[in-house]
Structure formats: structure tokens, C-alpha cells
């Protein structure tokens, strides 16, 4: 009984939410949206453009160099889309005065805490060799510089990256779930089921919408597995990098970790997309006794844990084999899981306290409403 008159709430909760959605108009993050959309496209050339000219004007035409001169092309870049988003967006369910405190007070205790440790402490090279624009040596001054400059980087390319997620998504997925919805006969529709790892034997009926509740408070809890999913995810795949011999051999520590940092400023969309689905509750309704959620299927297909874990293992072994320094593969890991982590966090507040609402109502609406009119149509 309990059982029953759970799902029997969260129906209704459904069909409230759905109501309350329908009713609005466009709203400010629809506008922003279209923006984006349209924007897109020719921010991207103007990315080539500038990671063509950072290759020349660097003149480094090295595997190594090329890779470098592609990250710091894509981070300007979103760091200026983030700039405008910024300011155009949505101002967030947590009060600005307290995101403000956050950002000008947690750079300040980190750099005391990483100057304590000294010049010996690779991440502090780091700092002042990349993001201290006077080139000094490391001091406090000089590590409080270098930290609000990749603070502030982290924060605006999040806006950016999370924008372009978000637009795309609340723009086009709910032609996807959509697209499911065809009869096991004519089935053309191989690329949505193969990422959501829809069984063969399961033959759709249709799609339905569980959404979350919320409270219209700040969520916690999704603001904690995505930061956690984010850092894990990025830990993976900078691990391809700290452990290769190739590069363990060709690039110092800071190069590596700086392009290790520039990559995961770009992780997000592997990790909020699922996420946007567990949240709606996206799930396929078929003629078994259980409905299958979308959101599992995407998770499974993104980490493939098994094979995650034994890459790593053989890299790591493959680069004790070669003579590499344990103790510098070991520096490495514990300077990057740092940012790794302020990354993780900095990127899982941003998408929480800014677009989650919007973008969780704006699938749910466009979803809805074309059933809808599919159903005035048949």
C-alpha cells in the first residue's frame, strides 16, 4: 500500500508540474536560449580561427604544442561566451551577495594554504608560471593573484560551457525522447537507443516524465553527485595523460597539468546531460512489469567502469616499466586533483544555482506539449 500510494503522489506531483509549465510563456532563459543556438555555430569558427593564430604566434608545431595552443584556444574562447552569459542570465536561487563573499573569499584561503607549503609545492609553480600575469616568484601576493585569475577562469568558462549545454538540450531533446516513441515495426531511431542502452526486448510503448521535486531552494544533493560525478569523470581521463610515458617524457609538470586543468574545464557535458534525465525522470513505458529510466542507460554507456579501471591500471604499470618517476606521476595527481576538485565544484554551482531550474522546465514543457500536439493531431 505504501508502495502504491507513493507513486500515486508522485503522479499527481507530475501532472502538477505539467500544468504549472504549459501555463507559462517564454521566458528569459527561452530567449537565451535561441541566442545560443544561433550564436553557436560562428563562435566556434572564431574558436578555430584563434587556435589557428595562438599555433602560429606560439610557434610550437608539436603534437604537444598543438594540443596546448587547441585548449587555451577553446578557454578564451568560452571565457568570453561566459563573460556574456554572465551577465545575461538568469541571477540564481542562491543570494548574490553570498556567491560574491564565496568568490572573493575562498581563493584568499586557498593561496594562504598553498603558500605555506612554499616554492617547493608543484602546484604553486604552477600558478605563478601560468596565471600571474607579472611572472614573479612565489609569494603571497603572487599566489593570490594566480588564484583569483583561474578562479574567475573556471567560473566563466562554466557559464559558457553550461550555457551551450543547456541551450542545445532544452532546445532539441525533447525531440529525442520524441523519436523513441516509434513502433517496434519501424524502428529507425539506432543512435537514442544505442546511447541510452535500450534493451532489444523491450518493445517502447511510450515515453513518460517523473520529475524530481523541488522545493525551489538550492539542491544539495544534486549539486553534490554532480561535483562528485565531474570529478571522478576527470580523474579518469586525465589519468590517459599523467600516465603515458609519452608524455611523462616530453612535457614538465606544469604544462601537463596546465593542459590537464583546460581539459576539464570541458567535461561537463559528459556528466550534466544524464543528469538532466535522471532529474526529469525520463523513462521508457513497455509491456514489462518495470519501466526503464534513460538516465541509467546514458550512465552506463558514459563510464564503462570496467574498462576505466583496467586502462588506468595498464598505464600506470606501463609507466613504473619505463623507468618513469613514481614520485612525480604521484606530484602530479595530488596538484591536479586539487584544481580537479575547485573545478568540479565551482562548475556543479554554477549549473545548479543558475540553469537547473529553467532547463529542467523547459524539457519538461517542450516534451509536454508536443505530446500534446501529437495527440490533438491522431
Not at 508522485?10 to 532563459?29: N, P, S
Not at 542502452?197 to 511510450?206: A, G, K, L, N, T
Not at 604544462?255 to 543528469?275: A, D, K, Q, R, Y
Not at 595530488?334 to 522546465?361: D, Q, R
Request: hydrophobic share 50%; charged share 15%; with cysteine.
Amino acid at each position: 500500500m505504501e508502495g502504491k500510494s507513493e507513486d500515486l503522489h508522485k503522479d499527481k506531483y507530475a501532472k502538477g508540474v505539467f500544468r504549472a509549465i504549459l501555463m507559462a510563456g517564454e521566458t528569459v532563459q527561452d530567449r537565451f536560449d535561441n541566442i545560443i543556438v544561433k550564436v553557436f555555430p560562428a563562435f566556434l569558427a572564431a574558436c578555430v580561427v584563434l587556435i589557428v593564430f595562438l599555433t602560429a604566434y606560439l610557434g610550437n608545431f608539436t603534437f604537444v604544442g598543438v594540443i596546448y595552443s587547441i585548449c587555451l584556444g577553446f578557454v578564451l574562447g568560452f571565457a568570453v561566451l561566459g563573460l556574456f552569459c554572465a551577465i545575461l542570465s538568469n541571477r540564481g536561487v542562491v543570494n548574490p551577495v553570498y556567491v560574491i563573499a564565496l568568490i572573493v573569499g575562498l581563493p584568499a584561503m586557498v593561496s594562504i594554504l598553498f603558500y605555506r607549503f612554499g616554492s617547493l609545492m608543484g602546484p604553486n609553480n604552477f600558478l605563478v608560471r601560468f596565471f600571474d600575469m607579472f611572472g614573479g616568484d612565489v609569494s603571497l601576493g603572487s599566489l593570490m593573484l594566480s588564484t583569483y585569475s583561474i578562479t574567475l577562469m573556471m567560473f566563466l568558462v562554466g557559464y559558457g560551457v553550461v550555457s551551450v549545454i543547456v541551450g542545445y538540450f532544452r532546445t532539441y531533446f525533447y525531440r529525442v525522447l520524441l523519436s523513441l516513441k516509434s513502433p517496434p515495426a519501424g524502428r529507425k531511431n539506432h543512435i537514442p537507443e544505442w546511447l541510452f542502452q535500450i534493451p532489444d526486448i523491450i518493445d517502447i510503448e511510450r515515453v513518460e516524465l517523473e520529475p524530481e521535486e523541488d522545493n525551489g531552494r538550492f539542491n544539495t544533493e544534486l549539486f553534490i553527485n554532480t561535483a562528485v560525478s565531474l570529478f571522478v569523470l576527470g580523474m579518469v581521463i586525465c589519468s590517459y595523460i599523467f600516465l603515458n610515458p609519452v608524455f611523462l617524457r616530453a612535457m614538465p609538470f606544469e604544462e601537463m597539468l596546465f593542459i590537464g586543468v583546460l581539459i576539464s574545464l570541458f567535461i561537463s557535458p559528459l556528466i550534466i546531460p544524464w543528469s538532466i534525465v535522471k532529474s526529469i525522470g525520463a523513462k521508457v513505458v513497455s509491456s514489462a512489469p518495470r519501466p526503464f529510466y534513460l538516465w541509467k542507460g546514458m550512465r552506463g554507456r558514459l563510464y564503462q567502469g570496467f574498462f576505466a579501471i583496467t586502462f588506468f591500471m595498464m598505464l600506470l604499470t606501463a609507466s613504473i616499466y619505463f623507468g618513469m618517476d613514481l614520485f612525480r606521476i604521484l606530484t602530479t595527481y595530488v596538484g591536479y586533483m586539487i584544481f580537479m576538485g575547485l573545478i568540479s565544484v565551482i562548475t556543479s554551482f554554477v549549473y545548479v544555482n543558475v540553469y537547473y531550474t529553467g532547463f529542467k522546465e523547459g524539457i519538461i514543457r517542450s516534451y509536454t506539449s508536443s505530446v500534446g500536439d501529437e495527440g490533438k493531431d491522431n
